[in-house]
């Protein structure tokens, strides 16, 4: 799930927190890999939906508070 993008003013940065629903360490090491291999395809498409002149670089970072959440409910 994505939590959260935060872009910079000039549209070059941006950063893009997501959020897995296993607790295990594994599981988000596997799904950070497969969003480094993707980046390329995804940024291609941003950039012809978008239809912006340059498509941000950006990062992925792991938020583990939609986790955190959910087993405090339980």
Do not use: C, M
Not at 13 to 25: D, G, V, W
Not at 50 to 60: C, F, G, K, S
Request: no cysteine; aromatic share 6%.
């Amino acid at each position: 799930t994505i939590t959260g993008v935060e872009v910079t003013g000039d549209l070059q940065h941006a950063t893009i927190y997501y959020s897995t629903l296993s607790n295990l360490a594994s599981d988000a090491e596997k799904t950070q890999i497969g969003l480094d291999k993707a980046t390329g395809l995804i940024r291609r498409e941003l950039g012809q939906r978008l239809r912006i002149y340059v498509t941000p670089e950006w990062q992925q970072l792991h938020h583990p508070d939609l986790q955190f959440l959910l087993q405090n409910l339980k």
